[in-house]
């Protein structure tokens, strides 16, 4: 699976708008971005995921650059419970034998 | 979304002593769970996968004996822990996808799991 690059930390305003980059420059035609978060002491929760085009759902929504090489995930309006740290991962979708290798993510701290 | 749980939620256990986790996908069938270990602020480390009926693919590094895998049906892995020590101390976390739903997977809230 193709490597990302995440910003260690990010800070947030609550009720701003929270973008959250990756990326991932090493991404193949077949591979999909996902997007996991991980609030402190839980286990990781799924938020989005695509493949060429832009994608939005209840909790996020997901910008893909033309080339794939990059992504933004974007939280509209950030809570404090948004506090958590965000994981971007390239995989293969379908199967349930692709694992998913986590990097160090980005700490996204939303600030009241 | 699918739910996925663990249990126990957290466990302190003696130095030399078993240690088991358990994994259930209450709504759906699990094709393949897998199992990560996460040390205090650090990312999720994978340390097996396990499709039901046959034995876990254990990635390098990591102890078959030590970390023992059982997934004997299509809502249950255990991941036992034998003869635990200080440096097992970690939060273990399963994870499960199915082939027929074709989704991503869906975690557990890991355990806690303190060696004393």
């Known amino acids: 699976d193709a490597k990302t690059t995440q910003p260690p930390s990010m800070d947030c305003a609550e009720g701003r708008a929270a973008n959250l980059p990756c990326n991932h420059s090493?991404?193949?035609?077949?591979?999909?971005v996902y997007w996991y978060r991980q609030i402190h002491s839980q286990g990781p929760q799924y938020i989005i995921h695509?493949?060429?085009n832009n994608e939005t759902n209840e909790m996020a929504s997901l910008i893909i650059t033309e080339d794939r090489k990059s992504s933004t995930l974007i939280l509209p309006h950030a809570t404090l419970r948004d506090t958590a740290v965000y994981y971007c991962?390239?995989?293969?979708?379908?199967?349930?034998?692709?694992?998913?290798?986590f990097g160090k993510g980005t700490l996204l701290t939303v600030n009241p | 979304g699918a739910v996925v749980s663990q249990h126990p939620s957290w466990v302190i256990c003696k130095s030399g002593t078993s240690v088991k986790i358990e994994c259930r996908s209450l709504?759906?069938?699990?094709?393949?769970m897998f199992w990560y270990r996460q040390f205090p602020k650090q990312s999720l480390m994978l340390m097996a996968t396990?499709?039901?009926?046959?034995?876990?693919?254990?990635e390098q590094g990591v102890e078959k004996d030590k970390f023992l895998i059982n997934h004997a049906s299509l809502t249950l892995s255990t991941l036992t822990v034998t003869s635990a020590h200080p440096e097992d101390s970690s939060f273990y976390i399963c994870?499960?996808?199915?082939?027929?739903?074709?989704?991503?997977?869906?975690f557990g809230q890991g355990t806690r799991l303190t060696v004393v």
């Open positions: 994870s499960a996808t199915s082939d027929s739903l074709n989704t991503e997977a869906f």
């Open positions: 090493t991404i193949s035609g077949n591979e999909y």
């Open positions: 695509g493949l060429k």
């Open positions: 991962i390239v995989r293969n979708s379908g199967g349930s034998n692709y694992k998913l290798t």
């Open positions: 709504d759906f069938q699990a094709t393949t």
């Open positions: 396990s499709n039901e009926g046959s034995k876990a693919t254990y």
